[in-house]
């Protein structure tokens, strides 16, 4: 699968994904386990952005509104394969 480069390329980038995965790893699990040997770490709260999201999905999904998007979908991709068709006329074009 590949000649000298390629390989030595694929070796490498494999070798750098193993190596930085095994030391994000095994490096953070050492920080946690010894911060929480000295009692620096307590607890580990995590941050969080959004906090409640009040959106009825239900309501944003309902049928008019989700036919008109369809609606729009479909007439905008028979505008563009019209557009295609008069650009390209009768050559293969991106094919």
Known sequence: MGTGPIKGFGA???????ASLFTALVVTRLIFD????KGWLKSLPMLH????VNLDF????????????????WASDMAFTG?????????????
């Open 83 to 95: 557009l295609r068709r008069a650009t390209c006329s009768g050559r293969i074009c991106g094919r």
């Open 34 to 37: 010894f911060l929480i040997g």
């Open 12 to 18: 490498t980038l494999t070798i750098g994904v193993a």
């Open 58 to 73: 239900m309501k944003l999904a309902s049928r008019r509104s989700s036919f008109r998007g369809q609606l729009l979908r």
């Open 49 to 52: 952005i959004i906090r409640a």
